[in-house]
């Protein structure tokens, strides 16, 4: 099975711009969470979806904000970025919804933005 | 909020030498997921622990889950460089089982 691919890899954005990152989860996984990795905030959930709804959210601003799709692709949307946004975003993808079993997670290769 | 921290944030050591990682959580968990991450890659699910005073073994690799479901640890018997990383354990509680990643512990291997 192809693993978990996101896109763009790379991106740079200047402040005050948004942007959108997608992920396309494991064939047959209906669970994509997203993460923030930062080297002084180490790895930040940002929320989690199930079936196309959002089970579960972290603390962060209303900036940022995400959506699955019925073929459990899903997308997350930083508006009017900042400079603390520059991170790697990180989605993983499982096979049922977290809270079950505590299921596997497979992460993708995440997404670097650069906000300038 | 619940938090897991974990330590040491760093450690080095001498290729053969054993390594161990310990991870707290300021409340009780239902699980406990343990990853890691090579320099320039993506976290790689290692295990799951889910009872309480769970031991796992994986080849060099030893995991505990505490009784009392709050502390979790990762022993690496005889380090090899292909052992370099950071380490996460992931915790999750509360009624939607939102996970909370650990502080992590790097790793490094001294040939």
């Known amino acids: 099975k192809a693993g978990v691919t996101q896109t763009p890899r790379y991106l740079i954005k200047t402040r005050g711009q948004q942007v959108t990152l997608s992920c396309s989860p494991i064939?047959?996984?209906?669970?994509v969470s997203w993460y923030q990795q930062t080297p002084g905030q180490g790895l930040q959930f940002l929320f989690e979806?199930?079936?196309?709804?959002?089970?579960n959210k972290g603390n962060f601003p209303g900036r940022f904000s995400g959506r699955q799709f019925s073929n459990s692709r899903s997308e997350m949307n930083v508006s009017t970025l900042e400079l603390g946004d520059s991170a790697l975003y990180l989605c993983?993808?499982?096979?049922?919804?977290?809270?079950?079993?505590?299921?596997?997670?497979?992460f993708g290769p995440g997404t670097r933005l650069t906000v300038l | 909020g619940q938090q897991v921290m974990q330590i040491p944030q760093y450690q080095h050591v001498q290729e053969g030498e054993d390594f161990t990682t310990y991870c707290n959580s300021s409340?009780?968990?239902?699980?406990i997921q343990w990853y890691k991450q090579r320099p320039g890659g993506h976290p790689v699910f290692l295990i799951q622990?889910?009872?309480?005073?769970e031991v796992k073994k994986q080849k060099r690799l030893t995991f505990q889950f505490g009784e009392a479901k709050k502390n979790s640890s990762l022993h690496i018997t005889a380090t090899q460089t292909t052992d370099v990383g950071t380490y996460f354990c992931?915790?999750?509680?509360?009624?939607?089982?939102?996970?909370?990643f650990g502080t992590g512990t790097k790793l490094q291997v001294i040939p």
């Open positions: 993983a993808s499982s096979l049922g919804a977290t809270g079950t079993s505590g299921e596997k997670q497979f």
């Open positions: 064939s047959g996984h209906r669970s």
């Open positions: 979806y199930f079936s196309e709804t959002q089970r």
């Open positions: 409340t009780t968990l239902s699980n």
């Open positions: 622990l889910v009872k309480s005073g």
């Open positions: 992931a915790g999750r509680s509360g009624g939607y089982q939102k996970v909370t």
